[in-house]
């Protein structure tokens, strides 16, 4: 890495992408992060130094080409978390529109995807790039057709990837349930207060990224232990 290592972290407004800005920035880490909504991302990376806060949408291909500029010419780190559920309550795939599906996998598939082409050229070897995943990519849930299958895409992509990029840690993580503002939605008026918080998933993923893992498949709370 280089002596002041640069993460571009997708989805940082709240939940485990604020979590793990939070923990690469008490790293010494410069990061750039981004999420949808321009107020709620600048209050949530408030007080946080050497974060580049950028809203918008990582499904626009402008947005992307900014979030890898403001990175500057070498990237140690890329965690593409930004994501949605799709519509909620969840529809059977056979009453899906058509339409949600698509935006599903725009932001859960074509988007990471995207970012991650931007950003090769500027990947330092050794690098490492997180997607974050689901146990819906490789269970059937009923109601989770949208938001599991989009998951499972994204699962074979970064396996691939990792295959042909060689020189890079590429990993698909999944950060188990948590009490998360996309858990609530997939589950509307279920009470989560039992669920972990975003912050137990964090130590996994920094095992990921500051350890020296082959590239692959990983929950992010098996990982606690390699990382203590």
């Known amino acids: 890495m280089s002596a002041v290592p640069v993460g571009i972290v997708t989805g940082a ?4 992408g604020l979590a793990l800005a939070r923990a690469l920035v008490e790293r010494d880490w410069r990061l750039v992060v981004d999420a949808r909504g321009a107020t709620a991302l600048e209050r949530a990376v408030s007080g946080l130094e050497g974060v580049i806060a950028i809203a ?5 291909p402008e947005h992307r080409r900014v979030l890898v500029g403001a990175a500057g010419d070498r990237i140690d780190l890329l965690v593409n978390n930004a994501g949605v559920l799709g519509p909620s309550p969840q529809p059977t ?8 599906l698509a935006r599903v996998y ?3 598939v074509f988007a990471p995807f995207a970012l ?8 330092a070897p050794g690098a490492a790039i997180l997607d974050v995943t689901s146990d819906a990519a490789g269970e059937a ?5 949208g938001y599991g299958s989009s998951k499972a895409a994204l699962e074979q992509l970064t396996a691939i990837l990792a295959v042909e990029q060689r020189q890079l840690r590429v990993y698909s993580v999944d950060p188990g349930d948590m009490r998360t503002q996309t858990y609530q939605q997939a589950f509307p008026g279920e009470d989560i207060s039992d669920l972990p918080l975003p912050e137990a998933s964090v130590p996994g993923l920094l095992a990921l990224i500051e350890g020296s893992l082959p590239s692959g498949r990983y929950r992010a709370r ?5 990382q203590t």
């Open 56 to 60: 918008g949408d990582v499904a626009d």
């Open 13 to 16: 407004s709240r939940g485990l």
């Open 116 to 123: 991650i082409q931007e950003a090769l050229p500027r990947l």
């Open 93 to 100: 795939l056979a009453s899906y529109p058509l339409a949600e």
């Open 222 to 226: 098996e990982l606690v232990a390699v």
């Open 141 to 145: 849930y009923e109601g989770w057709g």
């Open 106 to 108: 725009d932001v859960n």
